[in-house]
């Protein structure tokens, strides 16, 4: 057989091979697999969003509580949108100075508490009584020498408390 022939024939038996996969059951277990995979992560996304949720926080505000190098946290979303978060809760919540930014804060006081605080604890003991307008939280950081927190911005509205921290 010529070197035409072989490869004509290698051709042929090619073919007819490839016309022999189910392509049809392969493209069918495909999609499924697909959507099961699709399926999965929007479950996830929404038990993520409005259920529990997992965050990864940072920083000397809220020491010795929480660890300066890091702690992963589980959020509570739901306590928050029940609206029942208490006095002495760690909240998860949008900065109001910076949107984009997710800060971790311990409530001192709900709305309508007097709520008594020192102004600036470096340059003395001078303090400042406030009643928590409707609405919104106070809150402040464990490590009040080094935060930024209700002291600086004002009472919080309660829609930027995104959860309650249950477990680190």
Known sequence: MAVGGRAAAWLASAARRFGSVPWRDISAEAVHRTLLVVKAACFAHVINSHVVGVALVRGPSMLPTMNLTGDIIAVDRITARRGTVAVGDV???????????????????????TVTYVVDPHKGDASKTLVVPKGHVWVQGDNIYDSRDSRQFGPVPYGLIQGRVFYR
């Open 91 to 113: 909240v998860l919540f949008r900065s109001p100075e910076n949107p984009r930014k997710t800060v971790i804060k311990r409530v001192l006081g709900l709305e309508g508490d």
